[in-house]
């Protein structure tokens, strides 16, 4: 079965400072990994996925992912944080490419 | 291109009632997702939609939760009669083709229906 834990529900970084959200998975094979953001009353959108092609991936607003397959993790990163982060971000993993499994999200907060 | 469209955003209704949420998902997109977050929990499946048959319910809680897709258009998904614990947040998602031979195709979320049962 795959499942998907997220470090830390709430995360606080000044702006301008690095922003890691952490994600590591559980899977039996190879899966397909997604990062997702939702801002206050959007669904959630796409920031990043990956499909076993290369390992660091790039994504939406400066942010990119690397997966590492000997740590099982698909952590988050942007180099400088911008107020308009601030939001809530779902990591997910699936192996058929329908049935996606979420993290219980880690909610960004961006300090002036 | 509107993206996907759920309706309402809210609704608040009493134990035993009976709530009907709506997607619309976007247009030519073969596929059909629902999904819950029950607050502070994680994203769960629910089921998922090849046009108008259903190709996986398996995430469906028990019988009170009935889901449609007449047309292999628009989806409903009915909770007859609602309970407290189905509180939470019902997102509908949407991809364009199916993925039954391997590989993954982008699912493009609506905003939710945040159901409230009293």
């Known amino acids: 079965a795959q499942s998907v834990t997220q470090l830390g529900s709430h995360v606080s970084v000044s702006e301008g400072a690095l922003v890691l959200l952490r994600c590591n998975y559980s899977?039996?094979?190879?899966?397909?990994l997604f990062w997702y953001v939702q801002y206050p009353n959007q669904g959630l959108q796409l920031l990043l996925k990956y499909t076993s092609a290369a390992t660091l991936v790039k994504g939406i607003n400066g942010f990119e992912a690397e997966f590492k397959k000997s740590e099982t993790s698909f952590h988050l990163t942007k180099p400088s944080a911008h107020m308009s982060d601030a939001a809530e971000y779902f990591c997910?993993?699936?192996?058929?490419?329908?049935?996606?499994?979420f993290g219980t999200g880690t909610s960004l907060t961006v300090i002036p | 291109e509107a993206g996907v469209t759920q309706f309402p955003s809210h609704s608040v209704i009493e134990k035993g009632q009976t709530v009907t949420l709506r997607c619309d998902p976007i247009s030519g997109h073969d596929n059909l997702y629902w999904y819950r977050r029950v607050m502070g929990k994680e994203i769960k499946f629910l089921l998922h939609?090849?046009?108008?048959?259903?190709?996986?319910e398996s995430g469906m809680p028990n019988n009170r939760f009935l889901a449609e897709r007449t047309g292999g258009t628009y989806s409903t998904l009915k909770v007859q009669p609602a309970e407290l614990e189905d509180s939470g947040v019902y997102f509908c998602a949407s991809s364009q083709r199916s993925v039954a031979g391997g590989g993954t195709d982008t699912q493009y979320f609506g905003p939710g229906t945040r159901l409230t049962v009293l």
């Open positions: 997910a993993v699936s192996l058929t490419g329908n049935q996606f499994y």
């Open positions: 939609f090849v046009k108008e048959s259903k190709q996986d």
């Open positions: 899977s039996s094979v190879p899966p397909y």
